[in-house]
Antibody, heavy 130, light 111 residues
């Protein structure tokens, strides 16, 4: 049973960089069946996709955040990370990391799919004061 | 901004059937399968339905998903008090550089 755990500062000052790490346990971040994603949720609001990374380092970012965003992976530590630069109060949210199942095998054939988020971390609240 | 539209709320008494709609477009629901997530109060979201109508192991068969054209639905039959939660649909979207988009969310209340 894979588990994900976010870690990082709970308070970030405006204009600084938000940095979070997600540690994966119970499974390898380097397997070919999964991507690894970040999602956020402002207090009392809905979910927002931030982006995802494959163990090879290839990334896919939300267009609205792309200019401020870096997602990286450290396979030796079984971790992946998020950096959001130049933060404002609008970046205040619970940040979740999650596993995206993007490949499965049936019989002798394997298929790549668009993916679904099947395991989530508990989330960590990051506050940017106004 | 959410491109998948859900009703803000839905409710029912225990044992009733509740349906939640999710309206999208040809670039998301019309092209890809739909996933549903359940978020109990104060907890992280949990995968409830994947690939439109598949249930992960451990999810009761009271939950079912379907899709028609550019809309999808989640049905909860035999509503129980523990089903009181927020529910989000989600799908990939071709028009937004392969972005994963979530619905606006529906709060289900068990009366």
């Amino acid at each position: 049973q894979v588990q994900l755990q976010e870690s990082g500062p709970g308070l970030v000052q405006p204009s600084e960089t938000l940095s979070l790490t997600c540690t994966v346990s119970g499974g390898s971040i380097s397997d070919s069946f999964h991507h690894w994603a970040w999602i956020r949720q402002p207090p009392g609001k809905g979910l927002e996709w931030i982006g995802r990374i494959y163990y090879s380092g290839s990334t896919q970012y939300s267009p609205s955040l792309k200019s401020r965003l870096t997602i990286s992976v450290d396979t030796s530590k079984n971790q992946f990370s998020l950096r959001v630069s130049s933060v404002t109060a609008a970046d205040t949210a619970i940040y979740y990391c999650a596993r995206v199942t993007s490949r499965y095998c049936s019989g002798n054939s394997c298929y790549t799919i668009k993916g679904f988020l099947d395991s989530w971390g508990q989330g960590t609240l990051v506050t940017v004061p106004s | 901004q959410s491109v998948l539209t859900q009703p803000p709320s839905a409710s029912g008494t225990p044992g009733q059937r509740v349906t939640i709609s999710c309206s999208g477009s040809s670039s998301n629901i019309g092209s890809y399968t739909v996933n549903w997530y359940q978020q109990l109060p104060g907890t992280a979201p949990k995968l409830l339905i994947y690939r439109t109508n598949q249930r992960p192991s451990g999810v009761p068969d009271r939950f079912s998903g379907s899709k028609s054209g550019t809309s999808a639905s989640l049905a909860i039959s035999g509503l129980q008090s523990e089903d009181e939660a927020d529910y989000y649909c989600a799908a990939w979207d071709d028009s937004l550089n392969g972005l994963y988009v979530f619905g606006t969310g529906t709060k289900v209340t068990v009366l």
